[in-house]
């Protein structure tokens, strides 16, 4: 219905954003079969689909994907700790921008995958209510850049990797963390 809509609305489709995303901050042993399932569906499992659905479209715009993963997907320290399944679902979509890349490019499909490190929002400002005040702290000492990302940090990226201005760009993944990977990573 999504792609109906944007298709009437504005006649061709150039670029898909995927931003799906649910999180699990549990122990391995503790998951459940059925977390399993929605976190792989909603992250991996999702973002397959549409995007198998919107190749007519963005082939015939010669338009371009960005996909959201995450640091969790790359890297395996705190703030990643406890996000196993999270993590592995986003390394799916890795290898998805990946193994993507050099069977859409000859149709002029860009596709690159941006990876936000700890980020303002939904799931990490709960988590980070539940954290103390010296965790964020640890959290801003590690990152290189001092802070905890911004939604409009991630928006930048993404904008700039759905522009022409990488152009010449295709089955990357960009991390978004202010350096976090480099010093905790």
């Known amino acids: 219905a999504a792609l109906e809509t944007v298709i009437e609305r ?12 649910a999180q699990l901050w549990k122990d391995f042993a503790d998951t459940s079969d059925d977390e399993i399932e929605e976190i792989y569906n909603t992250n991996l499992t999702s973002t397959v689909r549409f995007l198998k659905q919107a190749l007519p479209y963005l ?3 010669k338009g371009n994907v960005v996909i959201i993963s995450s640091t969790a997907s790359r890297y395996v320290v705190s703030p990643s700790q406890k996000l196993s399944v999270y993590g592995a679902s ?19 499909i860009r596709i690159n995958v941006v990876a936000p490190g700890l980020t303002r929002g939904e799931y990490s400002d709960e988590g980070l209510s539940q954290n ?12 290189p850049l001092g802070r905890i990302g911004e939604p409009e940090d991630i928006a930048r990226v993404v904008t700039f990797m759905a522009s022409d201005m990488a152009g010449w760009v295709t089955g990357q993944v960009i991390d978004a963390s202010g350096g ?3 010093a905790a990573g």
């Open 10 to 21: 504005h006649g061709k489709l150039d670029v898909l954003v995927s931003n799906a995303g």
């Open 59 to 61: 082939e015939a715009s």
């Open 90 to 108: 986003k390394a799916g979509l890795n290898q998805l921008g990946r193994t993507l890349a050099p069977e859409l490019g000859p149709k002029g």
């Open 132 to 143: 103390d005040i010296a965790t964020q702290d640890w959290i801003r000492s590690v990152t």
């Open 180 to 182: 976090w990977q480099i």
